[in-house]
């Protein structure tokens, strides 16, 4: 029962994650390697949504997007790690339970 509501509950994350690997390996390759910042801004999203949720995530993107001008200085910016990884990605990088405490 418990894994149905994690299930409803990283829903809208793993739809966010679908519609931006799509985004990834559609429209992006189009643009080639135009990114100021590594990981680029579309990758930088991807994780942070997987890390921290949709809203969070999205609001670091949308940052991250509005840093990101022709005088930016640009170089490596990760997302900020979390403090305790309550989730595991899929090697699709959907967001699941973790089979574990820890």
Known sequence: MM???TAIV???RNLAVLI???YRAVISP??????RYYPSCSSYTLQAI????????????VYRIA????WAKGGIDDVPPVRRQR???TP???????????
């Open 3 to 5: 894994s149905i509501v």
């Open 50 to 61: 997987q890390q921290r949720g949709v809203v969070v995530g999205s609001a670091m993107g």
């Open 10 to 12: 990283l829903l809208p």
């Open 92 to 102: 699709f990088g959907f967001v699941v339970a973790s089979h574990g405490k820890g």
């Open 30 to 35: 189009l643009y080639g390697d135009v990114c």
């Open 20 to 22: 931006l690997r799509g």
């Open 67 to 70: 840093r990101c001008h022709p």
């Open 87 to 89: 989730y595991r990605l």
